[in-house]
């Protein structure tokens, strides 16, 4: 069964960055566009902040254009998600998936932005 494994959150002040990767153990993963989803606490409905195709272009959500840079390594089966200027609106559970999503979710990792 495929797994996806992220990494790379914590409790960060405003303004400050994080990195997050995401690992996945599909052997298809080259083919397959890719996508950081969000959920913040209380919030059924995921929000994906970003997309990335096979060959590595990106299309963002309004919310973090600009701040957000998304990047994937297929040879490693990764995905990363670059953070910079967070705000305190950016906190939630951050998790990849396939766009569309196809794969069972993971764990996510926790972002907290808080002064």
């Known amino acids: 069964q495929v797994q996806l494994v992220e990494s790379g959150g914590g409790l960060v002040q405003p303004g400050g960055s994080l990195r997050l990767s995401c690992v996945a153990s599909?052997?298809?993963?080259?083919?397959?566009?890719m996508g950081w989803y969000r959920q913040a606490l209380g919030q059924k409905q995921r929000e994906l902040v970003v997309?990335?195709?096979?060959?590595?272009?990106?299309t963002y959500a309004d919310s973090v254009k600009g701040r957000f840079t998304a990047s994937r390594d297929n040879a490693r089966r990764t995905v990363y998600l670059q953070m910079d200027n967070l705000k305190p609106e950016d906190t939630a559970v951050y998790l990849c998936?396939?766009?569309?999503?196809?794969?069972?979710w993971g764990q996510g990792t926790q972002v907290t932005v808080s002064s």
């Open positions: 998936n396939a766009v569309p999503t196809i794969y069972p």
């Open positions: 599909a052997s298809m993963f080259s083919i397959h566009a």
């Open positions: 997309t990335i195709t096979s060959r590595g272009s990106t």
